[in-house]
């Protein structure tokens, strides 16, 4: 059933953008500029979060800085996809301390997926004293208000209440690369993978109306954005829930239209819902990349049932086979679950067989992390940290193994890359599958596609160089 999304009214973001306004006038009246750092952790999602956090920031007058040091406002964008993530915030948190003390005036805010979660939100509370503010991802849009107490009543303030999740349209947005942009298409997630905190944290999936995304894409190409990576934690859900009947495929090609030389990427894909439209679509539009990053997570049919993941084996296996045969040229990528719960040496050794059959150009490993109020976190398991690590590192060895291979196959073939920035004394640039290339050339070329021959590879990277004239 079609669900209506609820949309935060134009008057509510009115207000908000009348509190900027407000935390301008506190500064000025200090004849103060005041300053801003904000960290971010996790995913790309994360990464587009931080950029609207820093457009309200600099709507409110602050200057971005990269440093937490002397900074007049400190926000940590958390991430709560796995414990080792918790734990860098909470200890990078604590150092926080000092720098409050170096400067008093110093408000610390933490928000983003670990914001969530009710057992690290009474942490904060109970010993963490110096953070003024906690805010959970379905109120970054009430960051004006936030921040506005915060200076003026002078209390901290939670503003954590779990909603099901609503879309803000026009807050205010400082991007960090505008040859290279993030969009959101959608937010949240319905999945609920046995082992994932997203859901919990990031509330239900909703659709932004095709019509914004357009609007946002077309404003991006005409201020001379090359490349847009469409973001959603399942893009191939995108529509489901809105009144208009359109889907991804219909989306890509609806952006593919839009004028201008321009590449579209998107991610993640959940193969539970990719299928022959999405990559008949892609192999019939030149601006669509010929890379798909498409989470398997096991080899394991029987795993994959206990993840919830809603395809077995045969099916994802299918799936590559036909996105392969309609684009020979495709570059692939994935994420894997090592030491899921259960996992036995033989389920394991079906993930190290789907890999080598497949052949991932690279591939996101991760060893399973209990998380609080998930499934996962109270199913048995046996097997031991040692044991688990002894997969991974198998796992990473067979993987680095066919990067190499792979890579090394690019070596003598023309490619054309988008030139995107500088490394030390190289340009760095990437092929349309994502692939990064190194080489020399002058900076003046940064922001062209441009034909670059591949001289050499490692597991990681590729080195090149240009074709013809610069
Ligand atoms: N929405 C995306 C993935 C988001 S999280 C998708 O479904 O593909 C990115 C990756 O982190 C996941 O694909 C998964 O491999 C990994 N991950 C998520 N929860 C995890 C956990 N509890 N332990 C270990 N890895 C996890
Ligand atoms: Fe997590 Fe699964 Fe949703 Fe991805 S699809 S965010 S892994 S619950
Ligand atoms: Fe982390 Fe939240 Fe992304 S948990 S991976 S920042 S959606």
């Known amino acids: 059933m079609k669900q209506r999304t609820t949309i935060i009214a134009d008057v509510q973001l009115e207000e908000q953008l009348a509190f900027c306004d407000k935390i301008r006038g506190y500064w000025h009246e200090k004849n103060i500029v005041p300053t801003a750092y904000v960290e971010t952790y996790g995913c790309q999602q994360n990464e587009a979060d931080s950029e609207r956090i ?11 800085t990269d440093n937490a040091e002397g900074a007049d406002v400190v926000v940590m964008n958390t991430c709560a996809i796995r414990e080792h993530a918790e734990q860098r915030v909470f200890g990078n948190l604590g150092a926080l301390t000092h720098t409050k003390r170096r400067h008093p005036r110093q408000k610390i805010f933490l928000c983003g997926c670990m914001a969530g979660q009710d057992h690290v939100v009474q942490r904060i509370k109970k010993s963490f004293p110096h953070v003024d503010g906690v805010f959970s991802t379905h109120h970054l849009w009430q960051f004006p208000e936030i921040l506005h107490r915060v200076l003026t009543v002078g209390k901290r303030t939670y503003y954590v209440e779990d909603e099901a999740g609503s879309i803000a349209e026009g807050l ?11 969009v959101s298409i959608m937010y949240g997630c319905n999945n609920f993978c046995t082992y994932c905190i997203v859901p919990y944290v990031r509330g239900r999936e909703r659709s932004r109306k095709c019509e914004d995304i357009l609007a946002e894409c077309r404003t991006l190409i005409e201020s001379g954005t090359k490349e847009i990576t469409l973001l959603g934690q399942n893009v191939n859900s995108y529509g489901k829930d809105l009144e208009e009947n359109i889907d991804f495929s219909d989306l890509l090609t609806r952006i593919a239209e839009i004028p201008g030389d321009f590449l579209i990427r998107f991610m993640t894909s959940h193969p539970r819902d990719a299928g022959k439209k999405l990559f008949d679509t892609m192999a019939a539009s030149s601006k669509i990349a010929k890379q798909l990053h498409l989470p398997f997570q096991s080899g394991s049919s029987r795993v994959l049932k206990a993840m919830n993941r809603h ?3 045969e099916k994802y296996l299918n799936l590559v086979e036909y996105a392969k045969s309609v684009m020979p040229e495709l570059v692939l990528t994935s994420d894997v679950i090592v030491g899921f719960p259960g996992e036995t040496e033989e389920e394991f050794e079906e993930t190290i067989s789907l890999i080598e059959q497949v052949r991932y150009d690279s591939l996101f490993t991760f060893i399973f992390s209990p998380r609080v109020g998930t499934p996962a976190a109270s199913m048995v398991d046996p097997t031991t940290k040692e044991e688990k690590n002894r997969r991974f590192d198998r796992l990473c060895a067979v993987q680095n193994r066919i990067s190499e291979d792979i890579h090394t196959g690019y070596i003598g073939k023309t490619m054309r890359c988008l030139i995107d920035g500088q490394d030390n004394e190289f340009l760095t640039a990437r092929t349309e599958g994502g692939r990064l290339v190194r080489l020399h050339g002058s900076e003046a070329l940064i922001g062209q596609f441009k034909d670059i021959t591949i001289t050499g590879a490692t597991t990681w990277s590729l080195t090149g160089s240009l074709v013809g004239k610069e």
Not at 54 to 64: D, F, K, P, V
Not at 172 to 182: E, G, H, I, S, V
Request: no cysteine; net charge positive.
């Open 54 to 64: 820093r457009g309200i920031l600099s709507e409110s007058g602050y200057a971005i």
């Open 311 to 313: 395809y077995d084996r």
């Open 172 to 182: 205010p947005q400082l991007r960090d690369n505008m040859l290279k942009a993030w």
